[in-house]
Structures are given as C-alpha cells and as structure tokens.
C-alpha cells in the first residue's frame, strides 16, 4: 500500500532525514520518502504488517506532528501572513535594540545628534544593557519556535537547523547575562560584552529568510492550485424538484447535470440532451472547442461554450480525469530524483559535525589566548552560518517547478526518477497507429470513373451505412459532412474480409476489394488497377465501388498522419536521438508512413508480445530507450522502457505504466520533455553546487580560518544573513524554471 502523509515541524534536511530513518525502521514499510519542500512523507508498506497508527506513533517519537485534516494545517497564504507578521514584529524591536547598542558609538564618532546620558554605558552601564534584554525578549518570544524545535531535537540527539540557530542565539544571550551579572558586580569592562544585539539580529534575518523561503515554496505549489482552481465549486442537478445547485463533492455517478453556456463542467460524464461546443484545451490541448452531441463523453473543468444540454454523471471525485491529473502531478512533487540521495546523505550527519566543528574552533582559539568573547563569535558564527536548509530543498523545490510547468503544457511527469532519466534518453521508439498517426482512417484520394466525386461517396456511402467496420464509418461521416444523400438498400448482405454486396433501384451495388468485384464478374480498367496498386504502395487502402458490372472508381483510405508529427521527428533527430518506429501493421503501409515523417529506422509486424524485446534489444546496444504509445498492446514495451510515455488520448492501462503522459498527443512532447528534463538537472546541479559549495567555504570562515593569515573575522549577524542568503538563493534558482519557455530552447542547442 502507498501513502501519503502531511508532516509538521520539519525546517531542514536533518528534519526530514530523520523521518526516514525512523519510519524505514518499521518493520513492513518497503520505502519511506520525505520531501522537504511540501512537507509530506510517502511510504510503500504492506497494510497486513503495520498500519496508520505505528508508523504516525513513529513520527511523533521523531519529534514531528502528523496533519490528520485540513483544518489542522494553515494554507501556504496563511503561512506567508504569519511569517510576514513575525517579521514585522521583530524588526519593530530589532531597530530600538541596534539603536540603543549602537547609537552612543554613531553620537561619538558623528557627532550628528546627543545621546542621552542615562543610556551612556559609561555612566549607567546597567540601564545600557537591561533595557537591551527588554527589547531582545520580544525577539525571542517571537522566534520562540526555533527554541522549542531545535532544544527539543538535541534532546532527541537529532539536532536541526533550529538547534544549531537555538544554540548559537542562546549562547549569545547567557554570555550577555553573565555580563550584566559582572556589571552589577562592579566590572564596568563587562558592559562591552553585551551580545543581545547580535541575537536579535540573527533571528530576525533568520526569520526574514524564513518569509522569503514560504514565498518561494508557494510559487512552486502553483501547478497543482491551478489545477483544482479548474474545477467548479458546485454542480446544477435534475431530479424530480427541478434544477439545483449541490457542492461538487456530493454528486454521484447517475446523477443528471444541466449546463448553461459560458459554464465550467463539475464532473466527468456523458451528454443525454442538447448539442453544443466545449473547449477541452485544458485535457487536449486543442485550441478549438469540440462538438459535443447526445452520447459524447465530457470533462470536468471543460468549458460549455454555446448550447444548454444535460448530461450523466459517470466518474466523479478521484476517478474523474482532472483528479486523476491533479493526483500525478501530487505524486509526482513528493517524489525523490536519484540524485537527491546525495544531499540525503550528507544532510544525516551535517548537523552534528556543524557542532562538533563550533567547537573545535572554539577550543583552539580558547587554548591559543583568546578573549571569552572572541571565542564566543567563533562559535556562533560557525553554527549560524551552517544551512542545511539549501541542501535539502536543492533537489525537490526543482522537481516541484519543473513537474509544474510540464503539466501547464499538458506534459504529466509522475516523478523525480522519471525525470532524471529522461535527460539521458539516446532512443525514442514510437508505436505507429495513434502515435504517430491519428488512429482513424480518413479518405485520401477519391477517383471516380464517369461520375463526380460527389456521387461516388454517396454510392459507398448507402452501402456502408450502419456498418462498424473504421472504413465504412469514415466513408459515411465524409457523406454526412457534404450533406450527401445516403438511399436505403435493398438484400444487403456483407461478406467478410471482403466487402458489401447490396441492391440499388434493382441494380447490384458493390463496394470492397478489387479481386472480389473482379470475382463477381465486375470490370475494372487497367488504368484503375494500377491506381490502386499506387494508393497501396503508400500504406493506402483502396476500396472499390461498382454499380451493375461496371467499376465507378475508388476511394482510398488510411490512417492518416497527425500533422506535428514530422515536426515531432525531425526535432528529436536533431538533438541526436534515434527514432525507431515500432508497429504490428504490414511492411508497405509501415514504410509510407515511416517515409512521410522521415523514420529511416522501421520495425512493422511485430506481435504486441514481441514490442517489449525490440525495446530490450535496444537497451542491450546501450541506447536508453523512450518508448511513446497508447493502445493496451503498448503497455508491456512502455513498461520495459526506461522512459514509458503514453498518449493522453490513449487507453488507461497505457498511461498507467507510462513514467510520462502527454496530455495532448503531440509527439513534439517528447522533445520537450527530455529538454524540460535536461533543464532541471542542470538546475538542480546548480543547486547542490550552492549549497555543498556555501557550507565548504562558509564555515571554515567563521571558524577562523582566513583570521589565522591575518584576515577578518566573521560577524554571527553577516553569518546569518549569509545563512538566510543561501537557502533563499537556492530557492530562487528552483523558481527560474517555472519561466521556462520551450520555445526559448530550440532542439539543436542541446
């Protein structure tokens, strides 16, 4: 069983390394992952061993909270607010204390103003340094969680960033008390020992990183807001009391819902009355609104544009295509990308050695002569300065943006791993029918032999009224669409694998294949046959009609290319991937097809058992293989592919065990895909870069180190606003990618 559950109380990658640790303990969960940057841990466990109860227990002995609703959570807004006013409320108590401990040396040196004599710490030092504690313990207050966090985490002997900010701030303020205790003793040299100042200012920077990190989180939550902002609120039902608005959680499936124009649908269903045209851009990707009429499926978040009609209820809540969207999309923003383990482990012991480095420094410095205060920066610059924070949001506030962005394009990436791979992809194999093309045959040619165009189909058109057969039905619609007149037939009888044989005003009226009319004794000209045997040559189907004994002409159908698709191809071909088309029909047809997009590489006849070897084949010659598809036939090479990508107007069970679905059926997603892909490593690659590069060069600084060579010593206040610095920097690079323009990355820059 997988699940997913809402964590409180994590602020860093040791947070969220220690979840893991404890809940992978439990015996019966295969896999335990968190993600930092939405706050939530999913875990794959078998339900017969343990349960909810073991392993929420095993996350509150962690240290942590379980949210059970959504009333126990605050939304992001609310978030942002409360981090907004914190902030505010710090710096209305920052500003006097930096006044009061910095004021008499700018009144000194300046002389710009007077400071008044009985805040001189000369003459009143303990008036100096009391009312400092005043203005520092509303920080204090306010920032109260970082105490109550990271004091709490070292009890548990699993120290945060909060511990590492709550010893460094405290560290501070019991130095700056046992200056006044020396002041209050007589010791007029203690009063320049105040550090109150520096506390302050460390957690309100803290707390203003804090603001500008829940900002950042936010805008990466975008995607998925979006998405359920689609949906309508509320649907107008038919019973027998009339029309009536209930919330959109209380219809079922059976229920009769009445749409006006201009209105969104609540749910998935089917029309029982009414004609009229939805736009369905956001599940299609078409900019033109469909025609919809009385048995046509319809989506939730569709856009009724003209006409009133009802419709039934058929998949509701979960099962309803813009949950099922919204639920990849989830899914795949809590995932992990293999490259996160690398932060994964160096954030487990990141904390401890932070501590144990402070005070080393502080141990050397101490034992070669220096001033309790000097040591004392020592130590609190080094865990101030240290962000475990940017490493564990390097990986997943990426992921986050990136999975966003494909799905504003239609593009639904169900993972980290998935989009890590997808970077690397040498091969992308390609399924023919509804792939590459349509998946509906059409009419391409029509050659009539002494009669119009028009009086042709409508002969073909009356014998292959109220057939099944794709042919038929494509000869019919084409009639239908010219208002041609389709006549009633008399002793109709279909032969299979054939044609149809039926009468027409006393008159044998024929359409199928060449050699079966021939066979009847029908005449066909040689000029006719050799058209026919062209049409076939390019993976054409060509259908005969005669009237009597005499052949009327042919009309040629086949499964007609989408229009993108040799745009899709040639994109991918110049990014340097091979493109392999993988198809069960014939030979010649495969080879039309394969020749109009420009697919050099063809495999055709291959049974669907047969599909996931030419992947695997692939795989063996050291190609990591994408494999794009959409019939039931596809599922097991989409499978075996390292990248499975399914067409969104495919069958469920494709898109099921797809790693990517391209919501639009555009095969150009697939270049857009890997190159979205490729950006994000490239983002997150950075991020780390950051992140380990901050700390590996930060932290020997504040230790001392450029001070042995004579240099500066770093000020625990620059520490924390380089700390606050880091994470925000990380977090704003994450956030480029959510301005990405595949536009902006043509194929032959990569």
């Given at each position: 069983?997988?699940?997913?559950?809402?964590?409180?109380?994590?602020?860093?990658?040791?947070?969220?390394?220690?979840?893991?640790?404890?809940?992978?303990?439990?015996?019966?969960?295969?896999?335990?992952?968190?993600?930092?940057?939405?706050?939530?841990?999913?875990?794959?466990?078998?339900?017969?061993?343990?349960?909810?109860?073991?392993?929420?227990?095993?996350?509150?002995?962690?240290?942590?909270?379980?949210?059970?609703?959504?009333?126990?959570?605050?939304?992001?807004?609310?978030?942002?607010?409360?981090?907004?006013?914190?902030?505010?409320?710090?710096?209305?108590?920052?500003?006097?204390?930096?006044?009061?401990?910095?004021?008499?040396?700018?009144?000194?040196?300046?002389?710009?103003?007077?400071?008044?004599?009985?805040?001189?710490?000369?003459?009143?030092?303990?008036?100096?340094?009391?009312?400092?504690?005043?203005?520092?313990?509303?920080?204090?207050?306010?920032?109260?969680?970082?105490?109550?966090?990271?004091?709490?985490?070292?009890?548990?002997?699993?120290?945060?960033?909060?511990?590492?900010?709550?010893?460094?701030?405290?560290?501070?303020?019991?130095?700056?008390?046992?200056?006044?205790?020396?002041?209050?003793?007589?010791?007029?040299?203690?009063?320049?020992?105040?550090?109150?100042?520096?506390?302050?200012?460390?957690?309100?920077?803290?707390?203003?990183?804090?603001?500008?990190?829940?900002?950042?989180?936010?805008?990466?939550?975008?995607?998925?807001?979006?998405?359920?902002?689609?949906?309508?609120?509320?649907?107008?039902?038919?019973?027998?009391?009339?029309?009536?608005?209930?919330?959109?959680?209380?219809?079922?499936?059976?229920?009769?819902?009445?749409?006006?124009?201009?209105?969104?649908?609540?749910?998935?269903?089917?029309?029982?009355?009414?004609?009229?045209?939805?736009?369905?851009?956001?599940?299609?990707?078409?900019?033109?609104?469909?025609?919809?009429?009385?048995?046509?499926?319809?989506?939730?978040?569709?856009?009724?544009?003209?006409?009133?009609?009802?419709?039934?209820?058929?998949?509701?809540?979960?099962?309803?295509?813009?949950?099922?969207?919204?639920?990849?999309?989830?899914?795949?923003?809590?995932?992990?990308?293999?490259?996160?383990?690398?932060?994964?482990?160096?954030?487990?012991?990141?904390?401890?050695?932070?501590?144990?480095?402070?005070?080393?420094?502080?141990?050397?410095?101490?034992?070669?002569?220096?001033?309790?205060?000097?040591?004392?920066?020592?130590?609190?610059?080094?865990?101030?300065?240290?962000?475990?924070?940017?490493?564990?949001?390097?990986?997943?506030?990426?992921?986050?943006?990136?999975?966003?962005?494909?799905?504003?394009?239609?593009?639904?990436?169900?993972?980290?791993?998935?989009?890590?791979?997808?970077?690397?992809?040498?091969?992308?194999?390609?399924?023919?029918?509804?792939?590459?093309?349509?998946?509906?045959?059409?009419?391409?040619?029509?050659?009539?032999?002494?009669?119009?165009?028009?009086?042709?189909?409508?002969?073909?058109?009356?014998?292959?009224?109220?057939?099944?057969?794709?042919?038929?039905?494509?000869?019919?619609?084409?009639?239908?669409?010219?208002?041609?007149?389709?006549?009633?037939?008399?002793?109709?009888?279909?032969?299979?694998?054939?044609?149809?044989?039926?009468?027409?005003?006393?008159?044998?009226?024929?359409?199928?294949?060449?050699?079966?009319?021939?066979?009847?004794?029908?005449?066909?000209?040689?000029?006719?046959?050799?058209?026919?045997?062209?049409?076939?040559?390019?993976?054409?189907?060509?259908?005969?009609?005669?009237?009597?004994?005499?052949?009327?002409?042919?009309?040629?159908?086949?499964?007609?290319?989408?229009?993108?698709?040799?745009?899709?191809?040639?994109?991918?071909?110049?990014?340097?991937?091979?493109?392999?088309?993988?198809?069960?029909?014939?030979?010649?047809?495969?080879?039309?097809?394969?020749?109009?997009?420009?697919?050099?590489?063809?495999?055709?006849?291959?049974?669907?058992?047969?599909?996931?070897?030419?992947?695997?084949?692939?795989?063996?010659?050291?190609?990591?293989?994408?494999?794009?598809?959409?019939?039931?036939?596809?599922?097991?090479?989409?499978?075996?592919?390292?990248?499975?990508?399914?067409?969104?107007?495919g069958t469920d069970i494709a898109i099921e065990s797809a790693d990517i679905v391209l919501m639009h059926s555009d095969l150009r997603d697939i270049s857009r895909a890997i190159r979205l892909s490729r950006h994000t490593m490239r983002n997150i690659r950075q991020n780390l870069f950051w992140a380990f590069g901050y700390n590996v060069l930060g932290i020997p600084v504040a230790m001392g180190v450029l001070h042995i060579f004579g240099g500066p010593l770093l000020n625990p206040m620059l520490a924390a606003a380089a700390m606050s610095l880091s994470s925000v920097s990380v977090l704003t690079n994450a956030l480029r990618?959510?301005?990405?323009?595949?536009?902006?990355?043509?194929?032959?820059?990569?």
């Open positions: 069983m997988n699940k997913t559950y809402k964590i409180s109380g994590m602020t860093c990658a040791a947070c969220s390394s220690r979840v893991e640790r404890f809940v992978k303990k439990i015996e019966g969960v295969d896999s335990a992952a968190v993600n930092l940057a939405t706050e939530t841990l999913r875990v794959r466990f078998d339900e017969r061993v343990t349960g909810d109860d073991e392993i929420e227990a095993t996350v509150v002995k962690a240290g942590y909270g379980i949210v059970h609703t959504p009333d126990e959570d605050i939304t992001p807004e609310e978030h942002i607010l409360e981090m907004r006013n914190r902030l505010i409320f710090s710096v209305l108590f920052l500003v006097p204390l930096l006044a009061v401990s910095m004021g008499h040396m700018l009144a000194m040196d300046f002389g710009l103003f007077s400071w008044p004599a009985i805040l001189d710490p000369d003459e009143y030092p303990l008036n100096f340094a009391f009312l400092q504690l005043a203005l520092t313990l509303p920080i204090v207050f306010i920032g109260r969680r970082f105490y109550s966090v990271g004091l709490r985490n070292i009890f548990h002997l699993s120290p945060n960033m909060d511990s590492l900010i709550a010893m460094g701030t405290l560290a501070a303020i019991t130095y700056s008390l046992a200056a006044i205790a020396g002041i209050s003793l007589g010791s007029r040299e203690a009063v320049h020992q105040l550090y109150f100042e520096s506390a302050g200012t460390i957690l309100t920077l803290i707390t203003l990183g804090k603001y500008l990190e829940a900002i950042a989180k936010n805008k990466t939550a975008h995607a998925v807001r979006a998405l359920l902002d689609l949906a309508p609120k509320t649907a107008r039902i038919v019973d027998i009391e009339g029309e009536r608005d209930i919330p959109v959680e209380e219809v079922k499936p059976g229920d009769v819902i009445a749409v006006k124009p201009g209105e969104s649908l609540p749910v998935d269903g089917k029309i029982i009355q009414g004609i009229t045209t939805i736009d369905e851009g956001m599940l299609t990707g078409e900019s033109m609104p469909a025609e919809k009429g009385i048995g046509d499926e319809v989506f939730g978040a569709s856009i009724n544009k003209t006409g009133y009609f009802k419709y039934t209820a058929t998949k509701v809540g979960e099962d309803a295509a813009l949950a099922r969207i919204v639920r990849l999309v989830e899914e795949a923003q809590g995932s992990k990308a293999p490259i996160a383990r690398i932060a994964d482990k160096v954030s487990g012991w990141f904390v401890p050695v932070v501590i144990g480095l402070a005070a080393i420094a502080a141990i050397y410095w101490a034992v070669n002569g220096e001033s309790a205060a000097f040591v004392l920066t020592i130590f609190i610059s080094v865990l101030v300065i240290a962000c475990p924070c940017a490493l564990g949001l390097a990986t997943p506030t990426a992921i986050m943006a990136a999975t966003g962005k494909g799905a504003e394009y239609g593009i639904l990436i169900k993972g980290g791993e998935a989009l890590e791979t997808a970077q690397h992809v040498t091969a992308v194999v390609l399924d023919k029918t509804g792939t590459i093309t349509s998946g509906r045959p059409a009419i391409t040619d029509i050659i009539p032999e002494g009669l119009s165009e028009d009086t042709l189909i409508a002969l073909a058109a009356s014998a292959e009224n109220g057939s099944e057969h794709p042919l038929a039905q494509a000869i019919v619609e084409r009639a239908r669409n010219k208002r041609l007149r389709i006549q009633g037939l008399a002793a109709f009888n279909a032969v299979p694998g054939e044609g149809i044989e039926a009468l027409l005003n006393g008159q044998a009226l024929r359409v199928g294949k060449g050699k079966w009319l021939q066979d009847q004794g029908v005449h066909i000209s040689a000029e006719l046959l050799t058209r026919a045997d062209q049409l076939a040559a390019k993976g054409k189907t060509p259908v005969f009609i005669s009237t009597g004994n005499s052949c009327r002409g042919i009309i040629a159908l086949a499964d007609t290319v989408k229009p993108e698709s040799q745009e899709a191809v040639q994109f991918l071909q110049r990014m340097g991937i091979k493109v392999v088309m993988l198809t069960g029909d014939n030979k010649a047809t495969a080879r039309a097809i394969a020749k109009e997009v420009g697919i050099t590489e063809v495999r055709a006849e291959v049974l669907p058992a047969d599909k996931a070897k030419e992947v695997q084949l692939l795989q063996t010659h050291g190609h990591i293989v994408a494999m794009a598809g959409d019939g039931i036939n596809d599922a097991p090479a989409l499978a075996c592919a390292d990248i499975g990508m399914a067409i969104g107007s990618l959510r301005g990405f323009h595949f536009a902006d990355y043509e194929p032959t820059k990569f």
